[in-house]
């Protein structure tokens, strides 16, 4: 089975550890396409900030992965 992995602001994803996601904290746009490029091949799917999917438009639009934006 696949891991989930949250992506964003340290605020709004660190509580996902409590329920066993691979939390990938990253502050700003640098952060956030570096902790993209680091998820790993074992990932079936992807929650990301409003803020994080902003400076990955791209690379969600063209993932295989099972992806979803958190509400702002």
């Known amino acids: ?3 989930v992995v949250v992506l964003g602001e340290a605020s709004q ?4 550890r409590l329920a ?8 700003d746009p640098a952060a956030v ?3 993209w ?3 790993g091949s ?5 929650l990301v900030t ?9 690379e969600l639009a ?6 979803a934006v958190m509400p702002s």
């Open 37 to 39: 490029a680091d998820i």
């Open 20 to 27: 066993g996601a691979t939390v990938l904290e990253a502050e």
């Open 62 to 67: 063209a993932t295989s992965l099972l992806t």
């Open 33 to 35: 396409r570096k902790a």
């Open 1 to 3: 089975m696949g891991s």
């Open 13 to 16: 994803v660190a509580g996902y």
């Open 42 to 46: 074992d990932a079936v799917a992807v």
């Open 50 to 58: 409003a803020a994080a999917a902003r400076s990955l438009t791209a």
